[in-house]
């Protein structure tokens, strides 16, 4: 079993920045694909970056150049960079973790999510 605990949301004025994390933490697994989704009320949750046990990374087009995801591998940790927020970025921010137990089994869970408010 995997347990996931999100932190770092809150209320920032436009052009604001706030910094996301999401831990990971359980015994024996191993994982691969961490990323990064969002919902805003009243819309599907949408995808927001990726990155890969390798460092590969990718974002949507309206964050590109903006949010930044960084991974701690040692401590199976993923942090969602934010800057130059905009209104349009509130919403519930969740990560996804995905990997492999040492059983070889895969799993894939969600944060309990974090709330990000853009607003003056």
């Known amino acids: 079993q995997v347990q996931l605990v999100e932190s770092g949301g809150g209320l920032v004025q436009p052009g604001g920045s706030l910094r996301l994390s999401c831990a990971a933490s359980?015994?024996?697994?191993?994982?691969?694909?961490m990323a990064w989704y969002r919902q805003a009320p009243g819309k599907q949750r949408e995808f927001v970056a990726y990155?890969?046990?390798?460092?590969?990374?990718n974002y949507s087009d309206s964050v590109k150049g903006r949010f930044t995801i960084i991974r701690d591998n040692a401590k199976n940790t993923v942090f969602l960079q934010m800057n130059s927020l905009e209104p349009e970025g509130t919403a519930g921010y969740y990560c996804?973790?995905?990997?492999?137990?040492?059983?070889?089994?895969?799993?894939?869970?969600w944060g309990q999510g974090t709330q990000v408010t853009v607003s003056s």
């Open positions: 359980g015994s024996s697994f191993k994982v691969n694909y």
């Open positions: 996804d973790i995905e990997g492999s137990s040492s059983s070889g089994s895969s799993f894939a869970y």
């Open positions: 990155i890969t046990n390798g460092g590969i990374t």
